[in-house]
């Protein structure tokens, strides 16, 4: 019996994520007027370069995130699945903006603020290895021995078919029942791909009604 995979693409949770990200936008903000303040001021040679880094880094950043934010609102063939997370990318470039200001105007080398860059850039190119994991735990998988729905660090429910009670989907939200009590629901409306998550509970209680007669009494 094939196994059925589908991926949980919360809104809520992407969200969430961009926020926090989002804190990039305060250094952004100011680094974005001391480029404007440079180019008002006539600066020239290296102060112009560095003036123009720090606008288009700054300014990229700003649009990337509220991009982000509204692509959130979409459905799932609307979310890129890429390798690279483009907020982290700006990011970057907004803390090498930084550094480099620090350096042209007290010509001092900040490291940390270096070393943070480095690890952000890593962090956004190499998105896609990352967010696959993630991904991985966020679904909801129907196997032959029962059924998995992620969901936060220790708090992923995991059955076997003897031990599920029922699966129902009342509209924008779906439970999972077993018969010791536990319950995991899932909120329909905040899913991308909702049409996707009730067409495997909708494999989920197939298979659960077939071991139904085996289950029963004589």
């Known amino acids: 019996m094939d196994s059925v995979v589908v991926p949980l693409l919360s809104r809520r949770f992407e969200r969430a994520q961009i926020l926090q990200k989002a804190n990039h936008a305060i250094p952004a903000a100011a680094l974005l007027v001391t480029g404007v ?19 288009a880094t700054s300014a990229m950043l700003m649009v990337t995130i509220v991009r982000s934010l509204r692509a959130t609102r979409g459905p799932a063939h609307h979310h890129h699945e890429h390798g690279i997370e483009w907020i982290d990318i ?17 010509h001092h080398i900040s490291r940390p603020m ?18 696959a994991v993630g991904r991985r735990r966020r679904a909801i ?13 220790f708090r992923a429910f995991t059955a076997p078919w003897r031990d599920i009670a029922s699966i129902s989907v009342t509209g924008q ?22 049409e996707d998550v009730r067409a495997a509970l909708a494999e989920g209680r197939k298979r659960l ?6 289950a029963s009494p004589l």
């Open 37 to 55: 303040q440079a180019l008002m001021e006539g600066a020239w040679g290296l102060g112009l370069a560095l003036g123009a880094v720090q606008i």
């Open 141 to 153: 998988r129907i196997t032959a021995d029962g059924m998995y729905v992620g969901g936060k660090p």
């Open 173 to 194: 939200v779906a439970e999972v029942r077993t018969r010791g009590g536990r319950v995991r629901r899932l909120n329909l409306a905040d899913l991308r791909n909702a």
């Open 90 to 106: 700006w990011a970057a470039g907004v803390l090498f903006a930084e550094a480099a200001e620090r350096w042209h105007v007290k």
């Open 209 to 214: 009604s077939a071991l139904e007669p085996e």
């Open 114 to 131: 270096i070393l943070t860059a480095l690890l952000t850039l890593a962090l956004g190119l190499f998105h896609g290895r990352i967010a």
